[in-house]
């Protein structure tokens, strides 16, 4: 019954969400501590955590409705797992996202639920298809690509081995120059569309890190662009507190910034390991824009891959 008023608690107050203005820095707070409530075993504490974090947005991130359903999985919770699968459909997200693929879950594709979403994923295809497969910024992001790494490969396979000839000089000035004309499309592409996201068809930031169709923007390093869109992004919930983090740490060593505010991981600085005045600075940094502190965040990593290993294992047995 506790579980029962928690699932309508929480199709309440997410309705009540869309009037309310947006900051998603609190919701990272309370889904970091719905984590460490899961690793900790303690999955009515987690439920709670998410109950508090969902009713505060408008869009529940696809990695926290997964984790969300695991913990409702765990407990054995129907109610919660199909309210988690109406989610997916009021964002229009494949049920497949969230429920996970192992065989003691499979259950769930044999409900009335499961095939209702079948259903309305296949009445609803054409938006499913323009969000995921004809997506436009998708296709900007990778015709910049293209140009992108072409004037970097120019100038890898040359002008790092003679980095003072002409020709070096030359491709240098290509680069700039495609640059600067991407910037002015991502601009442009932005203020259309938005800063890409999965709410338009991109589950997942690491690319923008990690390179992908959104590789581009890893090398748009204004800092105006910065410190304005990406920020903006972040607190709408666009960009991972963890892809934020590295973007800033990225362009902190290019403009060659020595301050300790724009660092969020433990690293040498100088060729000095950290002290613990310095690592306490630099938890403050990740909880402020919403992330694990570093052992909480190494904690929820090996907890994770336990867990993944033992789900492993009782595969190997189930077949």
Not at 14 to 21: L, Y
Not at 139 to 162: G, H, M, P
Not at 258 to 285: A, C, F, I, W
Request: charged fraction near 25%.
């Amino acid at each position: 019954m506790k579980h029962l008023l928690l699932c309508i608690g929480l199709g309440f107050l997410f309705g009540n969400a869309e009037s309310q203005e947006v900051n998603y820095i609190p919701y990272y707070r309370l889904i970091n501590k719905a984590k460490i409530a899961m690793c900790q075993q303690n999955y009515d504490s987690a439920l709670t955590y998410y109950d508090r974090a969902f009713a505060m947005v408008d869009y529940i991130l696809i990695d926290d409705l997964r984790d969300f359903t695991e913990c409702a999985i765990t407990l054995n919770d129907d109610n919660l797992v199909y309210f988690a699968m109406r989610q997916c459909n009021l964002q229009t997200i494949p049920v497949t996202f969230i429920i996970p693929s192992f065989s003691v879950y499979k259950k769930y594709n044999n409900t009335k639920q499961w095939n209702d979403c079948m259903v309305y994923e296949k009445q609803n295809q054409d938006i499913y298809m323009a969000k995921y497969n004809n997506n436009p910024v998708k296709k900007i992001l990778d015709s910049l690509e293209v140009s992108d790494q072409a004037v970097r490969n120019n100038w890898t396979r040359y002008c790092r081995t003679f980095p003072k000839s002409k020709l070096s000089k030359k491709r240098k000035r290509e680069w700039t120059i495609v640059d600067s004309c991407n910037r002015l499309v991502l601009d442009e592409m932005i203020q259309k569309y938005g800063f890409p996201n999965e709410r338009t068809g991109f589950p997942n930031d690491y690319h923008f890190i990690h390179g992908g169709s959104g590789i581009v923007l890893v090398h748009y390093d204004d800092t105006n662009f910065f410190r304005n869109i990406e920020y903006k992004a972040l607190l709408e919930g666009k960009l991972s507190p963890s892809c934020y983090a590295s973007r800033v740490e990225r362009i902190a060593s290019i403009y060659k910034w020595d301050k300790l505010q724009h660092t969020y991981s433990y690293s040498k600085r100088k060729g000095k390991k950290m002290s613990p005045q310095e690592k306490e600075q630099v938890d403050k940094n990740r909880y402020e824009i919403g992330m694990l502190s570093v052992a909480e965040e190494k904690m929820i990593i090996q907890w994770n891959n336990q867990e993944f290993q033992k789900r492993k294992a009782k595969e190997k047995q189930n077949k």
